[in-house]
């Protein structure tokens, strides 16, 4: 059963990521391959701790 959880938490932060760095045209964040690799592999944190990241996680999954 633990692996199985485990299975599901890895597929949901690639498909975080996946769907983040597809959307990342849409967001505010200033457009440099460093920050879209660093913003996009961070999202499960950043999302949690900053309320303009949300926003603009949001905006990024909308397309």
Same mark, same amino acid.
């Given at each position: ?14 498909? $975080? ?5 597809? $959307? ?38 909308? $397309?």
């Amino acid at each position: 059963m633990s692996k199985l959880i485990i299975f599901g938490l890895i597929v949901i932060y690639i498909g $975080g990521v996946w769907k983040f760095w597809n $959307g990342f045209s849409r967001t505010n964040f200033t457009k440099s391959l460093p920050n879209r690799i660093r913003l996009s592999l961070l999202w499960p944190a950043l999302f949690i701790a900053n309320p303009s990241y949300r926003r603009n996680f949001r905006r990024a999954l909308k $397309g």
